[in-house]
């Protein structure tokens, strides 16, 4: 992997951003979740709550009081999850004790902050967990009584700037990575908040490659009607090619299925259907053979993906075995 570029723990990215790193840096975190503050005035929205590191708490403390114009006033009036991981959801009860300990010392007039995520559609561990902590107290609660506010497609969340122009955080719902997975576009900055879709380094990872595809070509889509260029995401710096990013980990995705499909084909002028059946331990063998077999268990991760992406096309079928031992067979 590409040597880590070196990010502040609180930096301002743009008169309406600041990023305060979630202090879990990591082989899947990189420099740390960054979670953003946006807005040029309170009260703030704050995309994601970090993995809840005792030391985050502290500069997103820091961020809050230096730059806030009202003291006494609401602080936050937002929290938007990204998607269910605990790296994003799990500090949310030490930044809802923080708002509140904040207005106790300022003597204003407290006002919960409303906490939103894109629904899913069978209940979570990690998610169940943290609402469990929650005092109902900390939270504006939605009008049907729940804790978060459930996130649509298109829905445009308010935030405080002096621009003339529209100052909404604009929902986009990129399932893959998660089925709740969702990115921002916020037209102020030209810019977009991926998460964990888009990575500042490296590539993502996902739990469903076709529905991770579609997302990225939405994305592209979504480009031509509202512009953007930079990327803020879940981890590492931002990214100034924005579109073009985006355009590089589709191309990687299909170069990487075409050549499954290659290996896959290259024994159809065999007669027998034996003599055709590749595993995908053998696939990764032929796509990684330049490269050191350390690194061969995590590419079998993704080639059994875009495998299975291709099975649920049609396009391959399991004939038996399991795991990096499954045999795959094209069919023609």
């Keep these: 992997m590409e040597k880590l570029v070196d990010l502040p723990s609180v930096g301002r990215l743009s008169k309406n951003v600041i990023r305060i790193l979630g202090q879990n840096p990591g082989k899947y975190t990189l420099q740390g979740t960054n979670t953003y503050l946006v807005g040029q005035r309170n009260p703030f929205v704050l995309v994601d709550a970090g993995q809840g590191i005792d030391s985050y708490t502290p500069l997103l403390r820091e961020a809050l009081e230096t730059h806030a114009s009202e003291k006494g006033a609401q602080l936050v009036s937002d929290i938007i999850i990204t998607h269910r991981h605990g790296d994003h959801i799990g500090g949310l009860p030490s930044v809802l004790n923080l708002v509140r300990t904040l207005w106790n010392e300022n003597n204003g007039t407290f006002v919960p902050p409303r906490v939103h995520k894109f629904p899913l559609s069978s209940p979570d561990e990690t998610i169940d967990k943290v609402l469990q902590s929650l005092p109902v107290t900390d939270v504006t609660p939605s009008s049907s009584g729940n804790l978060l506010h459930d996130l649509q497609d298109g829905q445009k969340i308010a935030t405080t700037t002096t621009s003339s122009e529209s100052t909404d955080l604009i929902v986009v719902h990129t399932p893959g990575h998660t089925p709740d997975s969702i990115c921002l576009y916020f037209k102020p900055d030209q810019a977009l908040f991926t998460a964990d879709t888009i990575l500042g380094q490296g590539t993502a990872v996902f739990e469903d490659l076709g529905v991770y595809m579609s997302s990225l070509r939405k994305l592209l889509d979504f480009n031509r009607e509202s512009p953007y260029t930079v ?59 330049d490269y050191p077999q350390s690194l061969w268990e995590p ?20 004939i038996s075995g399991d795991g990096k031992d499954k045999q795959w067979l094209f069919i023609r």
């Design 299 to 318: 590419a079998a991760h993704g080639v059994d993906l875009h495998l299975r992406k291709l099975e649920s096309e049609g396009k391959v079928r399991v």
């Design 231 to 289: 990327l803020y995401p879940g981890h590492g710096p931002e990214v100034t090619e924005g579109s073009g990013r985006i355009a590089t980990y589709l191309q990687h995705r299909v170069d990487r299925e075409n050549q499954v499909i290659q290996v896959l084909t290259s024994k159809n002028s065999v007669q027998s259907q034996e003599d055709s059946i590749w595993t995908t331990w053998d696939i990764v063998g032929v796509i990684y053979k």
